[in-house]
């Protein structure tokens, strides 16, 4: 937790439940963000969203091949937003990662 900058730190926490974790780990990012930028600080006193929650949830409930292609998010019966939402299109975008399927394609 040390080693890595606030980005990557917020970046990473997009596809956790931070509320959720170890006690130890918890102190240890408590420690990190009180000396850290108030970006990281505001994150992690935060609670997490419900539209964070039910993202963690719908994709902890898909088996794990599913979620190694985005097509079949992309098939599931939902709105096009949703698809975006739980493919995490806007965190990708926000931190300038392209899309996996763009990835895939360039191979």
Do not use: G
């Not at 439940?17 to 130890?24: D, E, I, Q, S």
């Not at 990190?32 to 990281?40: E, G, I």
């Not at 931190?95 to 990835?103: C, D, G, M």
């Amino acid at each position: 937790i040390d080693s890595v900058s606030d980005d990557i730190l917020i970046f990473t926490l997009e596809f956790t439940n931070w509320k959720r974790l170890p006690p130890t780990v918890e102190k240890m990012l408590s420690a990190r963000a009180s000396n850290s930028s108030w970006v990281l600080q505001q994150w992690i006193a935060a609670v997490p969203s419900l539209t964070h929650l039910c993202r963690l949830k719908i994709r902890s409930s898909l088996k794990p091949e599913h979620l190694l292609s985005d097509s079949f998010i992309q098939q599931l019966p939902l709105p096009r937003s949703l698809h975006s939402y739980l493919l995490y299109e806007e965190v990708l975008r926000m931190n300038e990662i392209p899309e996996l399927e763009s990835l895939m394609m360039e191979k």
